[in-house]
T-cell receptor, first 108, second 113 residues
Framework: KNEVEQSPQNLTAQEGEFITINCSYS?????LHWLQQHPGGGIVSLFM???GKKKHGRLIATINIQEKHSSLHITASHPRDSAVYIC??????????FGTGTSLTVIP | DVKVTQSSRYLVKRTGEKVFLECVQD?????MFWYRQDPGLGLRLIYF???????EKGDIPEGYSVSREKKERFSLILESASTNQTSMYLC????????????FGEGSWLTVV
């Protein structure tokens, strides 16, 4: 049973395309995190959000708490956006559930 | 900027060897975590610690132990490495509280031969 489901698992896009990655979760949460991992690299936090929408450059994250769903959008995608994107939700003050990640490849 | 530093980026060890993976964070976080990451399985929690000398088992603690003697340092120990422990190991830290950001290290690639 996965408390956090991401889709799609893999995504290939042409440079400049608009990209959407989805995350659904089954537990009650106070906040949801979007994380990014470049090939061979560590993981960095992109967003933490508990309601509405957040924007950082070409990245936009939205969350609907009632529907238990979040989306990460990338506008005008670029090859440097190629990475694994991971959705994470805390379920205690110490622990997180993680999605298995969406592997994005942006082709020039 | 928060920094989580893992001591070794790449290691190759022999079956049966004892392996130490060290992690240091510089933000006075109470929580520290060790995860392993395998293709198709995502991040799986091995152990976490919410205070000095305190530890809790995660989802896959078998074959691992941990040590937290100082707040900033959390070590993962493989008492007798086996080939099925070949993986990417990620350390993370965070303040207590479900609304806080989690910070990860760069990861340690361990190959057991």
């Amino acid at each position: 049973k996965n408390e956090v489901e991401q889709s799609p698992q893999n995504l290939t896009a042409q440079e400049g395309e608009f990209i959407t990655i989805n995350c659904s979760y089954s537990v009650g949460i106070s906040a949801l995190h979007w994380l990014q991992q470049h090939p061979g690299g560590g993981i960095v936090s992109l967003f933490m959000l508990s309601s509405g929408k957040k924007k950082h450059g070409r990245l936009i994250a939205t969350i609907n708490i009632q529907e238990k769903h979040s989306s990460l959008h990338i506008t005008a995608s670029h090859p440097r956006d190629s990475a694994v994107y991971i959705c994470a939700v805390p379920f205690t003050s110490n622990q997180f559930y993680f999605g298995t990640g969406t592997s994005l490849t942006v082709i020039p | 900027d928060v920094k989580v530093t893992q001591s070794s980026r790449y290691l190759v060890k022999r079956t049966g060897e004892k392996v130490f993976l060290e992690c240091v964070q510089d933000m006075d976080h109470e929580n520290m975590f060790w995860y392993r990451q395998d293709p198709g399985l995502g991040l799986r929690l091995i152990y976490f610690s919410y205070d000095v000398k305190m530890k809790e088992k995660g989802d896959i603690p078998e074959g691992y132990s941990v040590s937290r003697e100082k707040k900033e340092r959390f070590s993962l120990i493989l008492e007798s490495a086996s080939t099925n422990q070949t993986s990417m190991y990620l350390c993370a830290s965070a303040w207590i509280g479900s609304g806080n950001t989690i910070y990860f290290g760069e990861g340690s690639w361990l190959t057991v031969v």
